[in-house]
């Protein structure tokens, strides 16, 4: 059976681009991004009301952070709604972009977080909870989760 994951990503090159070698560093890559979307997944889940604007921003997100058209941004959630499902905890989604991601983008993830979490206009008690236990599992300084929120908050009322 075909994987996925590499199906998704192969497909979104363009038919004139030169061939790509893919090693290892690339695969990383992509499972990082299936597992990024897959977090967003859960972040919207995480107060069990998953709403059409939390939806709408995550494609938004998906399509801004890596450059896909709205098919295949709704692949890569459809991709990643899968991996979620099938994750047994936190530690799965995060444990590649701990070891990959270097501080800066992983502060970008927990900015990211923090609006889709806010896209509903308020941040629910779970999923307040659930950013402090991924930025301790992505190994992020409390006071810079705080400030990271504090920055998303401020460009919302902007």
Request: aromatic residues 4%.
């Amino acid at each position: 059976m075909a994987d996925p994951i590499r199906t998704f990503f192969d497909n979104q090159i363009s038919p004139d681009a030169p061939p790509i070698h893919t090693d290892r560093a690339d695969e990383e890559r992509r499972r990082a991004s299936v597992a990024a979307c897959a977090l967003l997944l859960e972040l919207a889940h995480a107060d069990d009301v998953f709403s059409d604007s939390e939806r709408t921003h995550i494609e938004t997100l998906v399509r801004r952070q890596f450059g896909l058209n709205a098919d295949g941004a709704q692949e890569l959630i459809a991709i990643a709604e899968v991996e979620r499902s099938q994750s047994s905890d936190l530690y799965q989604m995060t444990s590649l972009m701990r070891e990959k991601f270097d501080q800066r983008q992983k502060t970008l993830l927990v900015e990211v977080m923090w609006s889709l979490a806010l896209s509903d206009g308020e941040i629910a008690q779970h999923e307040a909870s659930m950013m402090t236990k991924v930025a301790d599992l992505l190994a992020i300084d409390p006071d810079d989760l705080a400030q990271a929120r504090e920055r998303v908050e401020s460009k919302r009322l902007a």
